[in-house]
């Protein structure tokens, strides 16, 4: 059976973004995330985090510092019934064009080795560029862009997230719910 996932960028959709967030006293989550994965989840979907962490090589932070905050990460949204279902991200400056940092696809392909995720009936919610570019380059069908930027080629742009949970919520048929079921075995937190 093929699962529908929801893929979500971590800085600028899951906590404020201000600049290599790499602690738990640094971690804001946005406001409306966990209503937002709560709807996704309650729908069937799969949830992934997918983001790009240069702050590593770059040696602002060390890997064992972004997996502290990953592990509070996936406890807090535990605590209001939502699995993530894995965390993968890419350690990597820009400049070294590892398959892995987006846009490129090495992440949701890390995910679809793991789970059997049918990525044309999936999303993507990301506050850049490069998260619309990586739906399209891993042929996911939908995108959510965030933000108040200039967008090409995403399905649907809102200036924020409580912007996006008015129009979820006042268009149900948007997000089609199916019946999954998950056993704890297939949470996990898995890196690049």
């Not at 529908?4 to 006293?25: C, E």
């Not at 590892?98 to 059997?116: D, F, I």
Request: overall charge neutral; some cysteine.
């Amino acid at each position: 059976m093929k699962h529908k996932a929801l893929f979500l960028d971590r800085d600028g959709i899951i906590n404020i973004d201000y600049g290599y967030v790499h602690s738990i006293d640094s971690f804001k989550f946005i406001d409306g995330i966990f209503e937002l994965t709560k709807y996704f989840s309650n729908a069937g979907y799969l949830i992934f985090v997918i983001t790009n962490q240069s702050g590593i090589c770059r040696g602002y932070y060390t890997e064992d510092d972004f997996l502290t905050v990953t592990a509070w990460m996936v406890k807090q949204f535990s605590k209001y019934g939502i699995a993530i279902n894995g965390v993968y991200h890419c350690p990597h400056t820009p400049d070294t064009n590892c398959h892995c940092r987006k846009p490129n696809t090495g992440m949701v392909e890390q995910a679809c080795l793991a789970y059997n995720i049918d990525l044309g009936n999936s999303w993507v919610i990301g506050d850049k560029q490069s998260d619309i570019d990586l739906a399209q380059n891993a042929k996911i069908g939908y995108t959510i862009a965030i933000g108040e930027g200039n967008f090409l080629n995403t399905k649907y742009h809102f200036a924020s997230l409580a912007d996006l949970l008015v129009y979820i919520k006042s268009n149900s048929s948007l997000i089609p719910t199916t019946s999954v079921t998950r056993t704890k075995t297939q949470q996990g937190i898995i890196s690049l």
